[in-house]
């Protein structure tokens, strides 16, 4: 496989089903791909997805502990309390991690983790856990030698011998450098350095380039919620023809989509929590972008009503949606290791089924805002805008 992917692309033979791609004014046949699998486990259905990819496969949580919190802006993390608190996610079975080399000690905290559950916790529970990382290189040369130091580093930092997914991150696609670093990161799977090669962040146009490159991903990790649906678009046609599947962070904006932000109003100094987080300022801004406060309160408010019915929380009812929507296979929910945590919220959204009822509800309340593809852009362009 190492060798093939330097190879020119016309050397590569794709026999399994045909992909057209639709773009503005332009209907184009690209190369035939073999659909990717996902399929959930028999034996518990509701909580684990398998993403497969040829001999590549990797199961994980659909609930995702989410680990960018560490990075600094939410408050001092305390080591032992944060990894004794990762231990209590895992043995409630929220076993996926997902973190990144910049995320401060993220990477560290896991590697604490998992020798403690080697040392603490029987076999099976080690065969569960799952470390997803991310890497965020600068726009440098993309050799072979510069992508394996790195992952190294992320695999001494995690102590594990592979990663179990490598979900790469690029800014500037005017430098066609991540083609170069994706063919390495697959050298190095090969290698079994890493077990999947994944994305994030990347819009619909690329990840169709990386596949017509050969490139074997499993995954794109984007931004998604019930304010911001664009992956319902172009992406969601392209990974259900190409069978790539969408890990979801931002699904519940960082708090605002909860019962703490219901019937608030932000612009009355102290009548509302306050906005000290940076997610919750990121998020703020893309309510501002889809249609504004008080849009986001009947949002709330529709939610609540939900919730109520089902007796669940309105984070709960957030990710259920998500989860729920074409080709996503996990959503992210972000934890604040030491300081808080939504176990019971994350463990309800495995028995949770919405009616139609609740969806025509959502998407009646959630139509109203603007088409944040329009105003944005596609997946991951919010991060590319000069």
């Not at 992320?154 to 800014?171: A, I, N, T, Y």
């Amino acid at each position: 496989m190492a060798e093939l992917l330097h190879q020119p692309f016309s050397s590569f033979s794709f026999n399994v089903m045909k992909l057209e791609s639709r773009r503005v004014g332009d209907v184009r046949k690209v190369a035939s791909f073999k659909p990717l699998q996902c399929v959930l486990n028999e034996k518990d259905n509701r909580r684990i997805v398998v993403v497969k990819n040829g001999k590549d496969s990797l199961d994980m949580c659909r609930v995702v502990n989410g680990m960018w919190q560490t990075s600094g802006g939410w408050g001092k993390i305390d080591r032992d309390k944060a990894v004794d608190a990762m231990l209590k996610y895992a043995d409630a079975g929220l076993t996926t991690f997902d973190m990144a080399e910049i995320y401060g000690p993220a990477e560290d905290l896991y590697g604490i983790f998992i020798n403690r559950i080697r040392r603490e916790r029987p076999p099976e529970v080690l065969e569960r856990v799952r470390g997803l990382t991310k890497w965020v290189p600068p726009p440098v040369k993309m050799t072979g030698s510069y992508v394996r130091q790195n992952i190294d580093i992320s695999r001494k930092r995690m102590d594990v011998p592979s990663l179990d997914m490598l979900q790469f991150h690029w800014w500037d696609y005017s430098n066609t450098g991540y083609l170069d670093a994706l063919k390495h990161l697959n050298d190095l799977k090969e290698e079994g350095k890493i077990k999947t090669v994944a994305l994030t962040n990347f819009d619909t146009e690329r990840l169709q380039i990386i596949l017509e490159n050969g490139i074997p991903v499993v995954s794109n990790q984007v931004q998604h919620s019930l304010v911001d649906m664009r992956p319902q678009q172009k992406m969601a046609e392209l990974c259900q023809l190409t069978g790539v599947k969408l890990i979801t962070y931002g699904t519940v904006m960082g708090g605002l989509l909860s019962e703490k932000f219901l019937d608030t109003n932000l612009s009355i100094p102290f009548a509302a929590p306050p906005l000290n987080t940076p997610s919750l300022q990121k998020y703020k801004r893309m309510v501002d972008a889809w249609g504004g406060w008080n849009l986001f309160q009947g949002l709330l408010r529709t939610l609540n009503k939900i919730a109520s019915k089902h007796g669940v929380s309105i984070p709960t009812v957030a990710v259920k949606y998500i989860l729920d929507q074409p080709a996503v296979a996990g959503s992210m929910i972000g934890v604040r290791l030491g300081l808080s945590e939504h176990i019971n919220d994350a463990n309800a959204v495995f028995s949770l089924v919405l009616d139609e009822e609740d969806m025509n509800s959502i998407q009646e309340v959630s139509k109203k805002g603007k088409d944040l593809l329009k105003v944005i852009g596609d997946c991951g362009d919010e991060y590319r805008r000069i």
